[in-house]
């Protein structure tokens, strides 16, 4: 009988970086060092945008202008409630973005 052996290997998260810095500002702003959070909504009829952002503030507000406050969550995406918009992000998980529906 052969016994095979599992390999284990680390990856980072898909949705940023494993070694990700971040601080609050005196405004309860959280503030990502060294990378900024990238938010790309994507929509059924072709329409794409993408934008970075220094804070989570910034890209709540982003995204939730896109696909409403209480999306449909995935786990690397969120998705409006009629189907039609999808929210990515990368730098930051998506569930931060919608704190409402997490």
Not at 48 to 65: I, M, N, Y
Not at 71 to 78: D, H, M, Q, R, V
């Amino acid at each position: 009988m052969v016994q095979r052996q599992a390999r284990l290997t680390f990856q980072a998260p898909l949705n940023g970086p494993a070694n990700m810095t971040v601080k609050r500002t005196g405004k309860g702003e959280i503030v990502h060092l060294g990378q900024p959070i990238q938010v790309t909504y994507d929509s059924i009829d072709g329409h794409s945008e993408t934008r970075e952002f220094k804070t989570l503030r910034g890209a709540r507000k982003f995204a939730q202008k896109w696909v409403g406050e209480t999306p449909e969550l995935g786990s690397y995406y969120a998705v409006s409630y009629d189907g039609v918009g999808k929210i990515s992000s990368f730098g930051c998980a998506v569930k931060d973005l919608f704190p409402e529906a997490a």
